[in-house]
């Protein structure tokens, strides 16, 4: 029975986890805008955590863009970030963004680049950011938890 657990347990561990991944933004990824967004609308694949997901807003300087509020969230799509944006200058923009999924509790990170264009419609000097993504945390190792679940067995046995 114990060999049984511990085979299902190590083929479920080969199974790609679920995360909470950007699936859409609203103005999109690398979008070239001829008007300042005046709030960014962010779209997950699964409900977040709202305590520890958050977004932020760079210009090409690395300085923080103000926002009207903190990140606002949905009540009725919990996969959903919002944030109202203060007045922004023609320029790039990085959109940095990090949630814990509320189905898996693992916490991802990413961004993504947006350009302000200048007033003529030209491309702002200088260069827009890459776009980037990644996860917090380890992958489960097979031995540590088999070392974790003969200890509560046998835990269990003693109680």
């Known amino acids: 029975m114990l060999a049984a657990a511990i085979g299902l347990y190590l083929e479920r561990s080969t199974v790609a986890e679920a995360h909470a991944l950007l699936v859409r933004a609203d103005p999109p990824a690398n979008a070239q805008l001829r008007e300042a967004p005046t709030q960014l609308t962010l779209h997950f694949s699964e409900p977040l955590e709202r305590r520890f997901s958050s977004v932020r807003v760079l210009d090409q300087s690395n300085q923080r863009v103000r926002v009207d509020e ?4 949905d009540d009725a799509d919990a996969a ?11 320029g790039f923009l ?12 693992h916490r991802i990170t990413g961004s993504y680049p947006l350009t302000v264009l200048n007033a003529d419609g030209s491309v702002p000097a200088g260069s827009a950011p890459e776009a980037s993504e990644g996860t917090a945390g380890d992958d489960p190792n097979p031995g540590r938890v088999a070392t ?9 046995v003693l109680a």
Request: charged content about 20%.
């Open 70 to 73: 903190r990140v606002e969230f």
């Open 80 to 90: 959903l970030m919002r944030v109202v944006l203060k007045p922004v200058s023609p």
């Open 94 to 105: 990085r959109v940095q963004w990090q949630n814990v999924s509320a189905v898996d509790g």
């Open 148 to 156: 974790k679940l003969l200890l509560l067995l046998a835990g269990s």
